[in-house]
């Protein structure tokens, strides 16, 4: 067995959640408190289960995967620090090229400037180049790179070396290169999009071994872009959409079939399965027979920067719009579905607004909460997002 650490992006609790639902059988230890307050996990397995898993792949919260090399001592002094940095790096090239970065690390604070001295004093050539904990990883570029990182917890420090990291420019090809978009709306990020997906499907394959996910059939009743939709595609499942307005309906469309085409999924029947409709009025009829496994969404959360006094009024109106479309839900989806869906929530100067107070009514209509609402807020905005997942029986 051997240990890794995780870093988690922004996102740290829905992170968690997912690698816990996806991969239920790792056994996970996440750090709390200090600099990485829930960022960082510690995971145990064999080499070829980490390669098999393919986590970066398939994880939309997973940054970096870092092998821990050596656990020390929480008291370490600075010289046994940088002595086994350097031997770290010496036992894979005798000429390192190396980056290096440490969190959590107090009084112990070394830099590359001192490791580099100490290479050269033992008689070891070597080259830095800079890096950080979330930054590109140009070790993984050349063979004889490594990025190091030092971690110090109170159990002990972490000498870690960076081993595989999430492609951001696919990321970034999913989110900026479909055809259509609507920034206005507002969009959710694909990474957030696929933990949802990742979630809520990951609960519904644990309740039944002999489901799989090409079997399930995802709706999304605020479809938008289709951003939920593209993610579960790409893990092959059946997509459904839907959305009160027609051109984010052909544009959902546009955006699954160019998807489906950049990334070699196969396609589905886009015309018949993305449709318009207003989810007060959705009803069994447009899905054909099919009832639904996974309804993840995104729906309307209001004005994006609205004003203070507004807010009671823009709250009440969601109310409404989210209890019809809870009554409606009922009729399409099958018994023990689960559903991944945001809430809004603003911190105004004198009252908090949210949907909160739905859950109790929710849970009298067969909805039932997973897990703890977690809280999804995008830098800087003024309505926050809380997602929450239910069961429907
Ligand atoms: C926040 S956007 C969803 C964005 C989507 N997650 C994405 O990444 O592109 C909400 C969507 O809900 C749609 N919508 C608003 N009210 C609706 C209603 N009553 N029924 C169905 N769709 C509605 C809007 O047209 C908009 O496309």
Redesign the pocket.
């Given at each position: 067995m051997s240990k890794f650490l995780f870093l988690f992006g922004n996102t740290p609790q829905l992170s968690l959640l997912e690698l816990d639902t996806v991969y239920p059988e790792l056994k996970s230890k996440v750090f709390v408190g200090g600099e990485l307050d829930g960022r960082l996990a510690l995971v145990e397995m064999d080499k070829e289960e980490l390669k098999e898993k393919d986590f970066l792949n398939r994880l939309g919260g997973l940054v970096k995967i870092f092998q821990v090399e050596k656990i020390l001592d929480f008291d370490s002094s600075l010289t046994e620090l940088k002595n086994a940095v350097l031997e770290c790096l010496i036992s894979k090239s005798q000429q390192p090229h190396f980056s290096f970065y440490q969190k959590g690390k107090g009084q112990k604070a070394i830099n590359h400037g001192q490791i580099k001295d100490l290479l050269k004093e033992k008689g070891y050539r070597s080259r830095y180049f800079k890096g950080s904990l979330d930054g590109s990883a140009f070790a993984l570029h050349q063979e004889s790179s490594q990025e190091i990182f030092l971690y110090h917890s109170l159990e002990g420090i972490f000498l870690s070396s960076l081993i595989a990291v999430q492609d951001i420019d696919d990321w970034t090809k999913r989110d900026r290169a479909k055809p259509y978009f609507n920034r206005k709306?507002?969009?959710?990020p694909p990474k957030v999009?696929r933990m949802l997906v990742n979630i809520a499907s990951g609960m519904w394959l644990a309740e039944d071994g002999q489901r799989s996910i090409k079997e399930a059939k995802v709706f999304d009743?605020?479809?938008?872009?289709?951003?939920?939709l593209i993610e579960a595609l790409q893990l092959g499942s059946q997509v459904y959409g839907?959305?009160?307005?027609e051109q984010?309906v052909w544009g959902t469309r546009e955006n699954l079939e160019w998807f489906a085409n950049a990334y070699q999924v196969e396609s589905q029947n886009f015309a018949k399965q993305i449709f318009m409709?207003?989810?007060?009025q959705l009803s069994q009829e447009k899905l054909g027979d099919q009832k639904i496994d996974l309804l993840i969404t995104?729906?309307?959360?209001g004005r994006q920067t609205p004003k203070e006094a507004e807010l009671a009024n823009i709250f009440k109106g969601l109310e409404k719009?989210y209890l019809g479309a809870f009554n409606n839900f009922s009729k399409i989806l099958n018994p023990g579905a689960k559903i991944g869906i945001i809430f809004p929530k603003v911190v105004a100067e004198h009252q908090v607004f949210s949907l909160d107070h739905l859950i109790d009514k929710l849970n009298t209509k067969g909805y039932n909460l997973l897990v703890p609402p977690l809280l999804y807020a995008r830098s800087g905005a003024r309505v926050q997002r809380e997602v929450y997942f239910f069961t429907f029986n």
């Open positions: 709306k507002g969009m959710l999009a009743p605020f479809c938008g872009t289709g951003t939920i839907a959305d009160l307005d984010a409709a207003d989810v007060g995104e729906p309307f959360l719009l």
